[in-house]
């Protein structure tokens, strides 16, 4: 059974579309999130939702917008999509509520590519 | 400077064959140390967490030093499954998780 699961696997669009990334962990684990792996290899936090309650906003446009419907699933909705969106989005979850010593376990990555 | 740096490699070196590589950090009040492995094309998993006394798993050492502010990861007699990239993550508060770069490290024959 996979732990954190995200879908799509891979994502092409056309600049300017409005695309959604599912993500859903079966651990039980209280804390979800949203990284950002670009082209360089660099991971970044996104967003960071404990029990469905957002607790991480990095700096993002406010076209990337998170939602948790429970603590089981957060999807990333992705508005007016720019040829810099192209990159390897990862959803994590936590067992915790997102402290300083919690190991984080990824998804697979939706590689998702803006054309 | 940035918060947490990564000498990029890439490490080339034989199967059996002992390397290391270092990681540092700018924020001296950064609370918690991770080693996470990323295989090509695959997401990061978490190798292990990296405490002052140093701990070791197996073939892989992880150590800390606060006062130089950098964590180290050993692995001794390296395997060809060892080649991955090897990405330091530091914890400066509960909102803040920084990972670095990532090491590459390739094992040949």
């Known amino acids: 059974d996979t732990a954190v699961s995200q879908t799509p696997k891979y994502l092409v669009t056309q600049m300017g579309n409005d695309k959604s990334i599912k993500c859903e962990q079966n651990?039980?684990?209280?804390?979800m999130y949203w990284y950002k792996q670009d082209s360089k290899k660099f991971l970044k936090i996104m967003f960071s939702?404990?029990?469905?309650?957002?607790?991480i906003n990095e700096t993002v446009p406010n076209r990337f917008s998170p939602k948790s419907p429970d603590k089981a699933h957060l999807n990333l909705h992705i508005n007016s999509l720019e040829l810099g969106d192209s990159a390897v989005y990862f959803c994590?979850?936590?067992?915790?509520?997102?402290?300083?010593?919690?190991?984080?376990?990824f998804g697979s990555g939706t590689q998702l590519s803006v054309l | 400077r940035k918060e947490v740096e990564q000498d990029p490699g890439p490490f080339n070196v034989p199967e059996g064959a002992t390397v290391a590589f270092n990681c540092t950090y700018s924020?001296?009040?950064?609370?918690?140390f991770f080693w996470y492995r990323q295989d090509c094309r695959k997401e990061p998993k978490l190798l292990m967490s990296?405490?002052?006394s140093g701990n070791e798993d197996g073939r892989f050492t992880a150590q800390l030093n606060r006062a130089s502010q950098y964590i180290s990861l050993l692995i001794r007699d390296s395997k060809l499954s060892d080649s991955a990239t090897y990405l330091c993550?530091?914890?400066?508060?509960?909102?803040?998780?920084?990972f670095g770069s990532g090491t590459r490290l390739s094992i040949r024959p």
């Open positions: 994590a979850s936590s067992y915790g509520s997102g402290g300083t010593n919690e190991k984080l376990f």
């Open positions: 651990l039980g684990h209280d804390t």
């Open positions: 939702y404990n029990n469905k309650e957002l607790i």
């Open positions: 924020n001296s009040a950064s609370q918690s």
């Open positions: 990296v405490y002052s």
């Open positions: 993550v530091v914890y400066s508060s509960a909102s803040k998780i920084i």
